[in-house]
Nanobody, 120 residues
């Protein structure tokens, strides 16, 4: 069993910053991908930022230059540093990982989601 636990969401004024964290626990052999997605009311879930163990990263155009994804493989944790936040960044943010468990099965795991609200 593998689970992701997120933290760090909240309410912030436009222009402010937040840092999201997501820690994986359980039967983990390795993690090949860590990413953050978000879903605003009435919209589809979209990629915010993602990165592979090999070091390649991808950002949504709307967050480039403002958000930074980073990972701590030793702690099985992924972070999302969000700066210069805008009201349109308001959404539920979900972390996602591709994890190989100790039985060598590859799992796609989602966190429970954390609300980020940016006021104007």
């Amino acid at each position: 069993q593998v689970q992701l636990v997120e933290s760090g969401g909240g309410l912030v004024q436009a222009g402010g910053s937040l840092r999201l964290s997501c820690a994986a626990s359980g039967s983990i052999f390795s993690i090949s991908y860590m990413g953050w997605y978000r879903q605003a009311p009435g919209k589809q879930r979209e990629l915010v930022a993602g990165g592979t163990r090999g070091g390649s990263t991808k950002y949504a155009d709307s967050v480039k230059g403002r958000f930074t994804i980073s990972g701590d493989n030793a702690q099985n944790t992924v972070y999302l540093e969000m700066n210069s936040l805008k009201p349109e960044d308001t959404a539920v943010y979900y972390c996602n990982m591709v994890i190989t468990n100790n039985a060598r099965r590859q799992l796609i795991v989602w966190g429970q989601g954390t609300q980020v609200t940016v006021s104007s």
